[in-house]
Each structure stands twice: as structure tokens, then as C-alpha cells.
């Protein structure tokens, strides 16, 4: 999205959410999201990132979506192991590697 908004001809910064954090005052509303990012680009030791190119937005979701794939199959074992304890079935601790 940065990359289109800079192809119309605007200057596009991308701060981190982490450089920003330590400037929100109160609970985490729009408008209080709003007032520490205004803080924290007036800033002059702010550092902004690039742009990332649709290439690396791609690779990052692919990363993600492993991610999470992993974390489901994880929890659906775990689950399963569960229920079959209750029923006095003990199974290893590690996925069978097929």
C-alpha cells in the first residue's frame, strides 16, 4: 500500500509500532494511536523503515501462514492426546514423523 501512495507522488515514512508504543499516554484508542504517531514523526531521531516490495509482503505471508498451519496442527495433537488420555490411552509426546 506504501508503494502505491508513494506512486501518486507522497513522501511515505513507515514507522514501526514499536518506536511509537512508548509515546501512547492512555489506553489504546484511535485517537490516542493517532496523537503518539503525530508525537513520534516530529521526532528527530525517528527512524523510519523502506518499503517493502510485493515480493517480501508475499514471502512474509508465506512465513506466517506456516506458521499458523503449525501452531493449529500443534494444538489439534495436543487436543487429541488430550481425549485420549480420558479414555486411558497414553500417546508419545512427538508427531510421528511420516
Same mark, same amino acid.
Given at each position: 500500500?506504501?508503494?502505491?501512495?508513494?506512486?501518486?507522488?507522497?513522501?511515505?515514512?513507515?514507522?514501526?509500532? +514499536?518506536?511509537?508504543?512508548?509515546?501512547?499516554?492512555?489506553? *489504546? %484508542?484511535? /485517537?490516542?494511536?493517532?496523537?503518539?504517531?503525530?508525537? !513520534? &514523526?516530529?521526532?528527530?531521531?525517528?527512524?523510519?523503515?523502506?518499503?517493502?516490495? +510485493?515480493?517480501?509482503?508475499?514471502?512474509?505471508?508465506?512465513? *506466517? %501462514?506456516? /506458521?499458523?498451519?503449525?501452531?493449529?496442527?500443534?494444538? !489439534? &495433537?495436543?487436543?487429541?492426546?488430550?481425549?485420549?488420555?480420558?479414555?486411558?490411552?497414553?500417546?508419545?509426546?512427538?508427531?510421528?514423523?511420516?
Amino acid at each position: 500500500m506504501g508503494g502505491e501512495i508513494a506512486a501518486l507522488g507522497h513522501e511515505v515514512r513507515l514507522i514501526p509500532p +514499536a518506536y511509537v508504543k512508548s509515546f501512547v499516554k492512555r489506553g *489504546k %484508542t484511535d /485517537a490516542a494511536d493517532a496523537e503518539a504517531i503525530g508525537e !513520534a &514523526v516530529t521526532r528527530k531521531t525517528m527512524r523510519f523503515v523502506p518499503i517493502g516490495t +510485493a515480493e517480501q509482503q508475499a514471502a512474509a505471508m508465506v512465513l *506466517k %501462514t506456516r /506458521a499458523l498451519l503449525v501452531r493449529q496442527r500443534t494444538q !489439534a &495433537v495436543n487436543a487429541l492426546r488430550a481425549h485420549l488420555a480420558e479414555l486411558g490411552i497414553i500417546a508419545t509426546a512427538s508427531l510421528a514423523k511420516a
